[in-house]
């Protein structure tokens, strides 16, 4: 039996009948990813010790019949920026290296006690800044779908590590598009969830108003079990939601009848390969042969997003960031005559070069006589995106578009400059400003192979939509299954 | 537009110390970045409020009732140079300036 090929939900199901013991899957998973991940280098921390440690509580917990959930006993790995009690999260930053949280974030809290096995932590960008994993201290991650290629980013670790099959699903975090992109460029599955949904607990800040937590994984119906259990009030971050969680696998019916999906004019001028804008459109046709009603609209405003974003993003990460001052935690600077000195030189060495980047455009936008003219602007003009959004969704229960404008980009040829890797985010970025849900599936190639994601945005809260019509699609076009 | 003056001055802001070649090229990847997002210059926006927040507008209260703590050998078990519990760092304030 290759487990290695089952889903997250049916190695789970193996489990629970107890077809497959959970030391055993634990025990297969951390070997694989040994002699795999060098290829890959989707792990920053392999936790052997500890997953065996919990596969036998585990399994002990299902022999009971105290732990009888979809997911119990499955492997899993999240992305270093997540904190986990004991386990070195190091935000794949110099400055963070060795930190071990005396805490676990709230999703692990949730996934913990349904019964998910940690494997690991998964690299990414430094402090999740990035669309290609490059600027991780610990070196690029690689797409396995082309070595020579980068996974996108900046959850290009967890997108990874579940095409690889190294693991069966995954927590990714998406800010800006950090987890539909990666998922685009690997031809995995995505959800980022509606702003508040998941707890931010735990989760290393980055742009506070943006940030969520979200699975990565092979198909809708595995994102969809993930989602239920990482989802739901927390008293502990204040920004969390009580609107009601409901079950996402309830979801997972198949059929698009009577659904209104839009189709905004202005992504699809701008310019995108025409390999993708073919495949999206193409995508859209099938939606519309299994009875959903599709058209174009204008979505206006969007095409400031990027800007928008970046403006935002950055001030609020210039703030978050300044919590890292070389004492109370993360890298420290030696031999330091007082305590400015400490402070910048901490900083100076602890950061890399894109997150020095956007904290000091994070200060800039925020600083006296710019204030008015770029952050509070940007402010105005995500207000503005957002009543685009709203009028949309009084049409639509789903806009289609691209999750990307091209497919999985060459190692090394993006970080030299900074505004065409941004401006890549244009189909991403608006879910963020505007706290919408998105989801990412592949639905299709190029020619040379590589894989096309779909991005689906659904209405605030409004995930089930997301799960409906991705599962749908899905289950028609079996792109997934074709592959593996 | 970003001469030396201001990358300083940012720079002091950001708490960074980098080295010149470091500030030059900093200066004209800002220079791009501030290029690009000039483009918010064409939409009008003085009858739209600022949005920091999407879904919350109020602030959230607790009861003021004690809870355990995180373990503190745990947390200050990341600080580079402690003493006991206690974080250390260099002396904040001169000694012999006094008079």
């Keep these: 039996m290759n487990i290695f090929n089952m889903t997250a939900l049916q190695l789970g199901e193996k489990i629970n009948k107890r077809e497959i013991g959970v030391l055993e899957a634990v025990k297969e998973a951390v070997k694989y990813i040994k002699d795999t991940d060098k290829k890959y280098n989707a792990f920053i921390t392999v936790c052997e010790e500890e997953a065996l440690g919990r596969a036998e509580d585990v399994q002990k917990k ?254 609020e990460a210039s703030s978050n960031l300044s919590r890292y001052d070389g004492i109370k935690y993360g890298y420290r600077a030696e031999n330091c005559k007082n305590i400015s000195e400490l402070y910048e030189r901490s900083r100076t060495d602890g950061f890399g070069e894109e997150v020095k980047r956007r904290i000091m455009l994070g200060n800039f936008v925020l600083s006296s006589g710019y204030y008015d003219a770029y952050y509070n602007k940007a402010l105005r003009v995500r207000n503005i995106i957002k009543r685009s959004f709203d009028k949309a969704f009084e049409k639509y229960d789903i806009i289609l578009s691209p999750t990307a404008p091209e497919t999985a980009l060459k190692l090394g040829e993006s970080l030299s400059d900074p505004v065409k890797m941004y401006s890549g985010d244009i189909f991403t970025v608006s879910a963020n400003l505007t706290g919408l849900p998105g989801m990412t599936l592949p639905c299709g190639r190029d020619t040379a192979g590589l894989p096309i994601g779909l991005q689906l945005i659904g209405p605030a809260w409004k995930e089930s939509n997301l799960i409906r019509a991705g599962y749908t699609f899905e289950s028609w076009s079996g792109y997934r299954e074709a592959k593996r | 537009m970003i001469d030396d003056k201001t990358i300083n001055h940012i720079s002091r802001l950001s708490r960074l110390n980098m080295n010149r070649a470091e500030k030059e090229k900093l200066k004209k990847d800002m220079e791009d970045i501030i290029n690009y997002i000039g483009i918010l210059n064409e939409i009008e926006v003085t009858e739209t409020e600022p949005l920091p927040y999407i879904f919350s507008t109020s602030n959230v209260f607790r009861e003021d009732v004690k809870k355990e703590s995180q373990p503190v050998k745990a947390v200050v078990a990341n600080a580079e140079e402690r003493t006991e519990n206690y974080f250390k760092v260099p002396r904040t304030i001169e000694a012999g300036n006094g008079k």
């Excluded at chain 1, 070196?139 to 990874?160: F, H, I, L, M, Q």
């Excluded at chain 1, 290393?204 to 009030?233: E, H, M, R, T, W």
């Design chain 1, 62 to 315: 299902i022999n009971e019949g105290k732990l009888n959930g979809p997911l119990a006993g499955v492997p899993m790995a999240v992305k270093d920026n997540i904190c986990t009690s004991g386990i070195k999260t190091t935000c794949a930053s110099k400055m963070l290296e060795n930190f071990i949280p005396a805490y676990n974030a709230e999703a692990i809290e949730r996934l913990y006690n349904a019964g998910a096995i940690l494997l690991g932590k998964l690299n990414m960008d430094e402090f999740a800044m990035g669309s290609t994993s490059e600027t991780s201290f610990f070196g690029a991650v690689k797409n396995p779908e082309d070595t020579g290629r980068s996974p996108g980013g900046s959850s290009g670790g967890p997108a990874a590590a579940v095409a690889s099959n190294e693991i069966w699903y995954s927590l990714g975090s998406d800010t800006g598009g950090s987890i539909r992109q990666p998922c685009s460029f690997t031809g995995t599955t995505g959800i980022k969830p509606t702003y508040g949904r998941v707890s931010r607990y735990g989760l290393i800040a980055y742009a506070s108003s943006f940030d969520q937590i979200g699975p990565i994984a092979k198909n809708v119906s595995d994102c969809a079990a993930v989602l239920n259990v990482i989802s739901g009030y927390d008293e502990k971050d204040g920004t969390s939601s009580k609107s009601e969680k409901g079950d996402f696998l309830k979801n997972l019916v198949y059929g698009v009848e009577n659904m209104k999906i839009g189709i905004p004019r202005e992504y699809f001028e701008e310019s995108m390969d025409q390999e993708v804008k073919d495949a999206v459109l193409n995508a859209a046709k099938q939606f519309e042969i299994m009875g959903a009603r599709v058209e174009e609209f204008s979505l206006e405003a969007v095409k400031y997003a990027v800007p928008a974003y970046y403006i935002i993003a950055s001030a």
